[in-house]
């Protein structure tokens, strides 16, 4: 156990519904990174947040959308859903703004988009 | 979004066998960290390096920070199947608070 949980572990929608991730950092980390692994595929930075702000931003698309709460947990909005969105999704933690001493991981949410 | 480019993209051996991959770069990074990701997992960090030349072990596992500051190198000594799943190395610019930069991972697959 990582210490940073995600919820759900599987999630299967159809095309144009729309979905939440969540993430729960582990305890400390006031950081919340989001990640985007489609098949065969390496780790596409989505969104990043730092103690409920907006830091940073990748190539998130615009009918994706997050937030980082009071409690640091936070959510990923995936709305509109394509089946080019189908792909797992992990959120990571750390303790400062920038995780020089390494992002730590939850196992991921496996979207299925049918 | 700057990536890092990771060699090779896949690799198969025979158990016992030793493996190295590389990371480079074309910008210096400070920080480098190796990650590796099981079937279904998330990214489990092995081995961080804070020094330019800095050369650390973690069992089997030996990692090198390059001279240049562009690149980093993972060796594998004498290969097991549970040493099968993707290598990432990530990058970190500068020091502090720059997110990490993550290469396009190395799939490493063992022969029976």
């Known amino acids: 156990d990582s210490g940073v949980t995600q919820t759900p572990k599987h999630l299967i929608t159809a095309t144009g519904q729309r979905v939440t991730l969540r993430c729960s950092p582990r305890?400390?980390?006031?950081?919340v990174y989001w990640y985007q692994q489609s098949l065969d595929q390496g780790l596409q930075f989505l969104i990043q947040y730092y103690n409920g702000e907006e830091r940073a931003k990748g190539n998130i698309l615009e009918r994706f959308s997050a937030q980082q709460f009071p409690d640091l947990h936070s959510e990923l909005n995936l709305s509109s859903l394509e089946l080019g969105d189908s792909a797992l999704y992990f959120c990571a933690s750390s303790r400062n703004r920038g995780g020089g001493y390494g992002y730590t991981f939850g196992s991921g949410t496996r979207l299925t988009v049918v | 979004g700057q990536q890092l480019n990771q060699s090779p993209q896949s690799m198969f051996i025979q158990e016992g066998e030793d493996v190295s991959m590389n990371c480079t770069s074309s910008s210096i990074f400070n920080t480098w960290l190796w990650y590796k990701q099981d079937p279904g997992e998330g990214p489990v960090l092995l081995i961080a390096?804070?020094?330019?030349?800095e050369l650390t072990s973690n069992g089997r596992l030996t990692a090198q920070f390059g001279i240049t500051r562009k690149d980093s190198f993972l060796n594998i000594s004498a290969s097991i199947p549970s040493d099968v799943g993707i290598y990432f190395c990530a990058g970190q610019l500068r020091v502090g608070n720059e997110k990490l930069t993550f290469g396009t991972g190395t799939r490493l697959t063992i022969i029976p």
């Open positions: 390096l804070y020094k330019a030349g």
């Open positions: 305890s400390g980390d006031l950081s």
